[in-house]
């Protein structure tokens, strides 16, 4: 017997100008299925999924939901579908507390009596195992907690139907895992969920089916219990791909980076990083792994003169020179001057990387507009290097001049790693640089950090996904709670001893 169907999209095309994002897509979802939606960048996931929850319109095709036709043309008419997503970037008021974000923008009769809804929020959570407090505001609210608020907000409107955009790109492993049991528990309570992840021992974990998109094409789709990581893998990209990361050894490794006893306080006071001391070798890939907080952003961002240090040192080993120099208290322009070669690829891509508004020359321009002289800025310069990591990362893009902000995530995160790298740096830094990446863009990415390894550069990878740190990664630095808990051998150590170092203040011998 056939499973009825809760969303049916028949032939659903989206252009954007001359490219076409969707092309003539068929996608059912069964009544109580977790979906999963798979891709790589650019694939063309999130657009589609933007029309089902009313943000794009399609120009053609039609959407049928429980077998009826239905135009969605805004949010609002999804939500009376009983459609609700939840986007990989929350959309709260972080000075309102859970209650006030979850009716902000209902009509009708009481929807200003927060006590009420209170009582009906508490229903909700208490039925799915929700952690959260109806009356906290979001402002003191962990990641995973505002998350929460975003699903709660769209089970309050009645949403039968809901859609998750990377719903696990900033959760711990631990947070992961509790937010799988409450959707297999919206699940059988007879909801219908499509998750869209990069990370595919999640899918194998939590879906029952998983649907792949190729270029804008519907691929096919495939039950879980049937697939595996490979097989997936090849059908995202389309051809077989080797999925073991490179790890030779290093080649005389030396010291580069030697932090003493660093210890940083945010603008509130709070203490980041508590007497946090290590070595980071040229010729090594250095691991930082953590529970999300534990200091990694504020680590990074202090090596590069990006956040006030209260004391220690960072000892820079020049290897041209032979020189020893004191980067605290330098500010970026400083290091740069001062002749160390340090690139960072940051967290935050667009906020802090690259200028949205600009393309892949303005963006190369940035870090070589000092090299002009007078009132003149080389751009011949930007304008080869621009062209040299279109070709050779093969990002996926109009144009040089074409705006970074309207390419996919992969496709920025291309164009920020290959300019840090063109520096050709004697340290480099990298926070998170696959972070909502498919599977084919991230082994690129670790492919290259591992290249730039082997030509002695010190390279400092934050990560969140253990088992990548593990087989990535020579050493480890293992902080909790601001304060390094172990420096082991990544060859050597299992992810469960990494797992309870990133949980407990136990020092473990450095190596």
């Keep these: 017997m056939a499973v009825p169907c809760a969303i049916k999209m028949e032939n659903i095309t989206k252009r954007f100008g001359k490219v076409v994002a969707n092309d003539h897509i068929n996608l059912e979802l069964h009544e109580g299925e977790i979906l999963s939606l798979l891709g790589e960048n650019g694939s063309g996931k999130t657009t589609l999924m933007n029309q089902l929850s009313g943000i794009y319109f399609p120009d053609e095709g039609q959407i049928y939901v429980h077998d009826k036709p239905v135009t969605i043309g805004s949010p609002k008419d999804a939500f009376d579908c009983g459609i609700g997503m939840i986007h990989?970037?929350?959309?709260?008021?972080?000075?309102?507390?859970?209650?006030?974000?979850?009716v902000l923008g209902l009509e009708g009769e009481g929807k200003f009596d927060l006590k009420a809804a209170g009582a009906k929020i508490k229903e909700i959570c208490d039925r799915y195992g929700f952690d959260i407090k109806p009356d906290q505001k979001i402002y003191d609210m962990s990641v995973s907690q505002k998350q929460t608020v975003e699903i709660v907000k769209v089970l309050y409107r009645g949403a039968d139907i809901l859609i998750l955009d990377e719903p696990t790109a900033v959760l711990t492993p631990q947070e992961t895992d509790k937010l799988f049991d409450i959707m297999r528990a919206m699940k059988a309570d007879g909801k219908s969920l499509i998750i869209i992840t990069h990370k595919l021992h999640e899918v194998l974990d939590v879906s029952d089916r998983v649907a792949v998109l190729r270029k804008g094409e519907y691929i096919g789709d495939v039950m879980t219990r049937d697939a595996d990581q490979q097989s997936l893998t090849d059908m995202m990209v389309g051809h077989s791909v080797t999925l073991n990361i490179d790890r030779p050894e290093p080649k005389n490794p030396s010291p580069r980076l030697e932090l003493r006893n660093l210890t940083v306080f945010d603008e509130l006071g709070v203490k980041r990083l508590d007497n946090v001391s290590f070595t980071a070798m040229g010729g090594e890939i250095l691991g930082v792994a953590g529970v999300a907080g534990s200091g990694q952003k504020e680590l990074l961002e202090s090596i590069?003169?990006?956040?006030?240090?209260?004391?220690?040192?960072?000892?820079?080993?020049?290897p041209a020179s032979g020189k020893d120099e004191n980067l605290v208290g330098m500010d970026p322009l400083d290091i740069k001057k001062a002749g160390v070669g340090m690139s960072f690829v940051p967290e935050d891509r667009l906020g802090m990387g690259l200028v949205g508004t600009m393309g892949m020359t303005g963006n190369m321009m940035l870090r070589s507009w000092r090299k002009g002289k007078g009132l003149f800025v080389d751009q011949k310069g930007p304008e080869d290097l621009a062209n040299h990591i279109w070709r050779e990362l093969e990002v996926v893009t109009p144009s040089t001049s074409f705006p970074v902000r309207r390419m996919s995530g992969g496709n920025v995160q291309k164009?920020?790693?290959?300019?840090?790298?063109?520096?050709e740096p004697a340290v480099l830094m990298s926070a998170y640089a696959v972070r909502g990446l498919d599977i084919n863009t991230s082994y690129a990415i670790y492919n290259l950090l591992t290249e730039e390894k082997m030509k002695g550069v010190a390279v400092i990878y934050v990560g969140e996904d253990l088992d990548v740190l593990l087989e990535l990664c020579d050493r480890l630095v293992v902080l909790c709670g601001g304060q390094v808990s172990g420096v082991v051998d990544a060859r050597r150590i299992t992810k469960e001893e990494v797992g309870l170092l990133m949980t407990q203040h136990r020092k473990e011998e450095a190596v």
């Design 88 to 102: 990989q970037h929350f959309k709260l008021v972080d000075v309102f507390t859970a209650t006030e974000n979850i």
């Design 304 to 318: 590069a003169g990006l956040y006030p240090i209260r004391s220690g040192e960072i000892i820079y080993h020049n």
């Design 415 to 423: 164009v920020l790693v290959g300019r840090e790298i063109a520096q």
